[in-house]
């Protein structure tokens, strides 16, 4: 079965300042994709980034950032310049084979002005 | 694209009686998938449909449950008898293909 752990329940940022969320995750299959998803209060989930599992190179867009190392299956997202907008509760995710999304508990993010 | 639309947004409903929810997806997308979010928790899954055909179901949708895409367009997920335990969000998510899915805003059910 397919697990996605993030082990912060919360974090802070001051804002300009880097952060980065953990996220690992468990699977059995070899064909996979890792997402990060960002849900900002009583606001829909929107897509931060993706990273295919084939692809070494990790992901990269705009301010996000991923470390993905797949034999150590950790998937973590940095944030850089952080800004007040990034405040949000962040999900990891997964997607093997059978396409349904695997979501984490999540992590909630408050940046500080 | 219009972005995938749920309706209602919020629904309150007392113990035991019928809901359904709608969920109208990116237009040309033809995977539409259904999770339930409770407070404080990630989504968990609960069906998903490729055009029509309901491919895949999840042990959490109970007998009361059940979900239709009639004609590989929108979606209605109906829970019968509704329990004070069926009280989430209900989010509708769709791709193009096995790729990424993109989220509605969720209908919040509340039964009192």
């Known amino acids: 079965a397919q697990t996605v752990t993030q082990s912060q329940p919360e974090m802070s940022v001051q804002e300009a300042e880097t952060v980065t969320l953990s996220c690992t995750y468990d699977?059995?299959?070899?064909?996979?994709?890792l997402f990060w998803y960002k849900q900002p209060p009583s606001r829909q989930m929107i897509l931060v980034i993706r990273?295919?599992?084939?692809?070494?190179q990790n992901a990269t867009e705009n301010r996000f950032s991923v470390n993905f190392q797949k034999a150590a299956k950790s998937f973590s997202l940095k944030i850089s310049d952080s800004q007040l907008g990034d405040a949000a509760m962040y999900f990891c995710?997964?997607?093997?084979?059978?396409?349904?999304?695997?979501f984490g508990k999540g992590t909630k993010l408050t940046v500080n002005p | 694209d219009t972005g995938v639309s749920q309706n209602p947004r919020h629904k309150i409903t007392k113990r035991g009686q019928n809901v359904t929810f709608r969920c109208d997806p990116i237009?040309?997308?033809?995977?539409l998938y259904w999770y339930r979010q409770t407070l404080g928790q990630g989504p968990e899954f609960l069906t998903y449909?490729?055009?029509?055909?309901?491919?895949?179901k999840s042990r959490l949708l109970s007998d009361r449950f059940s979900a239709e895409r009639p004609k590989g367009s929108f979606s209605t997920l109906e829970i019968q008898r509704t329990e004070q335990g069926d009280s989430a969000m209900y989010l509708c998510?769709?791709?193009?293909?096995?790729?990424?899915?993109?989220f509605g805003p969720g209908t919040r059910l509340t039964v009192l």
């Open positions: 995710a997964q997607q093997g084979g059978s396409e349904k999304l695997v």
């Open positions: 699977t059995s299959e070899s064909d996979y994709y």
């Open positions: 990273q295919e599992a084939y692809k070494q």
């Open positions: 449909f490729q055009n029509e055909a309901q491919l895949e």
């Open positions: 237009s040309e997308h033809n995977r």
């Open positions: 998510a769709s791709s193009r293909g096995p790729d990424t899915q993109y």
